[in-house]
């Protein structure tokens, strides 16, 4: 059984009484059959590494449409009893006796981030959580109620505007248009089969379109998508399996480009390893892109270990870059990303390059609370912006189990109480007024407005 850190009481938002002075959000509970239900009596706890918070209303939104409710298996819901004013670990449902129930959290929409963990204990030999995030939820009302800060307004990933029948006649048309191109093939299994919005919206005709190229990585991220070394943790897409031709990539970039205002084309995705160690046909591609059009942005999503390469990238016409961090802490970074062959240095000298080269560079943060929101997190990240300073903040939720991962990065370095994750956030704007913050890479078009 994974220890679960040491949690502190809540009493703030009550007077001596006990008298409740804010409105609590009620708890919500799963039985085996996956029937989620509330709680009268009780309310929703969030986890913020160490400390417990009862989810109050004006600490949550409406859950966002597109988000999804979870089960959590082989662990218990950590709930506030509102009549005892107490924190109560429930193994069974109170009102049906011998019933067991189970934590339940939010998996939550593109654009968001979650201010506050699901709040649970392990049960003994309980196996890693799948590779979501899971955000605490309630019940308020007649609605879900989710502990989450928007960062993105873009209805990039809005699946009510990917509707299936447009999905599949974009697909119909793309296969006409490019009948043997191996990556137009493999977007269509994305599309279709794991139902990836990037795939999507390149049969759309929408913003962003990937271009997965690389079957090779030299990270062993711990929340790795499309490759695991951990027997207990199912990868949720098939990594690329072939290498595809500069000529396949460039056709599908260009049609893109062509038919879609301020387009952007990415390397880097889920489903493939780093797009660096692809770079013998990735270079060639992007001078193909850039030998019949200077338009669309060319985007890279990476870990940032190769340097070398990615100056390389920049003289073809590499125009961004978004560089995956969960923190700028050399061991905690360590501890994630699991480099093979090179050094947090080396990243950091890929994002020094892309500045000096006037390159638009972004940060893709993984966020979890309780570890994010320390004040060692917090100082570093602070510190690393005024010696490097990058363009955009895209903060994401790490989708990997939360205690598991508290409890690794707390091996590698110590770490203070969490300030939460709406202060951290509120810092950082203030502290870099020029940054962007959002979840989505933007056009060059965008490049220079202010935030």
Not at 22 to 37: D, H, P, R, Y
Not at 245 to 267: D, M, N, W, Y
Not at 399 to 428: C, E, Q, T, W
């Amino acid at each position: 059984m994974t220890k679960l850190l040491k949690l502190t009481d809540w009493k703030s938002d009550y007077d001596k009484s006990g008298k409740k002075k804010k409105s609590l959000v009620t708890a919500v509970v799963a039985n085996q059959a996956g029937e989620i239900f509330d709680l009268e009596g009780y309310a929703a706890v969030g986890m913020d590494g160490p400390s417990l918070v009862p989810l109050a209303f004006d600490e949550t939104i409406d859950m966002p449409l597109g988000g999804e409710l979870m089960l959590m298996p082989d662990r218990r819901p950590i709930l506030y009893n509102m009549d005892n004013h107490r924190f109560e670990t429930l193994e069974e449902n109170p009102y049906a006796p011998g019933e067991p129930i189970f934590p339940v959290a939010a998996f939550n929409s593109p654009g968001y981030v979650i201010s506050y963990v699901s709040a649970y204990r392990e049960d003994e030999g309980a196996g890693y959580l799948p590779l979501f995030s899971y955000g605490a939820v309630g019940w308020y009302r007649g609605k879900f109620r989710s502990a989450v800060i928007l960062v993105d307004k873009e209805r990039r990933q809005d699946l009510r505007l990917m509707k299936p029948e447009d999905v599949i006649a974009g697909i119909r048309q793309m296969k006409k248009k490019m009948p043997a191109n191996r990556l137009r093939e493999h977007l269509e299994k994305c599309a279709l089969e794991y139902g990836c919005p990037a795939g999507k919206n390149f049969f759309l005709g929408r913003y962003e379109a990937p271009l997965p190229t690389s079957g090779h990585c030299n990270a062993r991220c711990l929340g790795c998508l499309s490759l695991q070394k951990n027997d207990g943790i199912p990868h949720s897409q098939d990594r690329i399996a072939f290498t595809p031709s500069p000529e396949e990539i460039a056709e599908v970039a260009l049609e893109h480009i062509r038919r879609v205002k301020r387009s952007i084309v990415s390397f880097g995705q889920g489903c493939e390893g780093d797009p660096l160690l692809a770079a013998d046909v990735i270079l060639p591609a992007i001078g193909l892109i850039r030998s019949d059009t200077p338009d669309g942005t060319i985007n890279m999503n990476t870990n940032g270990s190769r340097p070398d390469i990615l100056q390389n990238l920049f003289d073809a016409g590499l125009d961004s870059i978004r560089i995956s961090l969960n923190s700028v802490r050399k061991e905690c970074y360590d501890a994630y990303f699991q480099p093979i062959g090179y050094d947090f240095s080396d990243v950091k000298k890929s994002i020094n390059i892309a500045l000096q080269r006037g390159k638009f560079v972004a940060i893709n943060y993984l966020n979890c609370p309780g570890f994010t929101d320390t004040p060692e997190e917090m100082d570093a990240l602070t510190d690393f912006i005024r010696r490097y300073p990058i363009n955009m903040i895209q903060w994401r939720n790490l989708n990997f189990d939360p205690v598991r991962y508290l409890n690794i990065v707390s091996v590698v370095a110590k770490h203070g109480m969490p300030v939460g994750m709406k202060n951290f956030f509120s810092r950082i704007r203030k502290s870099f007024p020029h940054i962007k913050h959002g979840y989505f890479n933007p056009p060059k078009e965008t490049f220079s407005k202010k935030p």
